[in-house]
């Protein structure tokens, strides 16, 4: 039975995986800021996910940006699966103090206190995200693979959805596998490649094993249907 420290375990993912891992006998610690997007105004009320968990773990009202929240947090823990992150990806273009702080930042603060204090702590699950993958993996007619950059504001006025490629030649759609290029077009891509590499560079070097998770759209009951992360998966929600 393990000591497991979820950061952003009052969220979506985390809360689930929180009772999951309970279930299963391990002793939970959640480090979570309760952000008012997710979890409205008063999460006592509000917050179904935080309510789910909130007698179940030892909870730490804290945020990843705090040295001395990541230090109570991480004492005595065997793992961290770090999903505490702002998660919207349109809302990062225009937020990116905000983004960068609370991803790269926050990921770099934990990993500077497990490089210089002596820790418990054996496994580092990081959540990272399809989004570092771009717009994906296409098929030029003449070129072969390509990997497109971001759509074009005059494209998506027109209401021209179908990616091109610098000489107008249509692009045919494939499956963005594992090797695919990673060219994230937003800045939450670009904080979780970061998140991912540093934890993949530096945990090996302090004798943690690193571990990381390119999620892309998960859903599922709990949902926060408020915040932007969930994007398209609310508008389908409203649209039906
Ligand atoms: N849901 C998806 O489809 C998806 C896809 C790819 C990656 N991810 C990643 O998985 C992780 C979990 O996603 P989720 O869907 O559960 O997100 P979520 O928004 O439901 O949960 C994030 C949690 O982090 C907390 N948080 C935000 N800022 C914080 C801070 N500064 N300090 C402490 N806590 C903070 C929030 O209060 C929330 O409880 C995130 O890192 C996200 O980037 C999710």
Same mark, same amino acid.
């Given at each position: ?14 809360? =689930? ?10 002793? %939970?610690?959640? @480090?979570? &800021?309760?952000? $008012?997007?997710?979890? #409205?105004? =008063? ?7 935080? $309510?789910? %968990? ?9 945020? /990843? ?15 961290? +699966? ?26 770099? !603060? ?5 490089? &210089? ?7 580092? /699950? ?5 989004? !570092? ?26 209401? &021209? ?12 759609? @494939? ?11 937003? /800045? ?5 490649? &970061?998140?991912? *590499?540093? %934890? ?16 892309? =759209? +998960?859903?599922?009951?709990? *949902?926060?249907?408020? =915040?932007?992360?969930? #994007? ?9």
């Amino acid at each position: 039975m393990k000591n497991i420290l979820i950061t952003g375990g009052a969220g979506f993912i985390g809360s =689930n995986l929180a009772l999951k891992l309970i279930e299963k006998g391990h002793k %939970i610690t959640v @480090l979570d &800021n309760l952000s $008012k997007q997710i979890h #409205g105004e =008063n999460p006592e009320i509000t917050s179904p996910l935080y $309510k789910s %968990i909130k007698d179940k773990v030892t909870f730490i009202e804290g945020t /990843v940006t705090s040295r001395t929240d990541w230090e109570k947090a991480l004492q005595n823990q065997n793992v961290v +699966v770090h999903f505490a992150a702002e998660t919207g990806t349109g809302q990062s273009m225009y937020c990116i103090e905000k983004y960068t702080e609370v991803n790269i930042q926050g990921t770099a !603060i934990m990993l500077d206190i497990l490089a &210089n204090n002596k820790n418990s702590v054996e496994k580092i /699950v990081i959540a990272s995200s399809r989004s !570092i993958y771009g717009e994906g993996k296409y098929k030029h007619p003449k070129l072969g693979i390509v990997y497109p950059s971001h759509r074009k504001e005059k494209d998506m006025l027109a209401g &021209n959805f179908e990616l091109t490629f610098f000489d107008e030649e249509e692009l045919e759609l @494939l499956a963005t596998d594992e090797d695919s290029k990673i060219h994230p077009s937003s /800045v939450y891509g670009i904080t979780k490649q &970061n998140q991912e *590499q540093m %934890i993949m560079t530096v945990c090996p070097t302090i004798g943690i094993a690193p571990v990381g998770f390119r999620y892309q =759209n +998960v859903y599922g009951p709990g *949902q926060s249907l408020s =915040n932007p992360y969930t #994007g398209i998966l609310s508008i389908f929600f409203y649209t039906n």
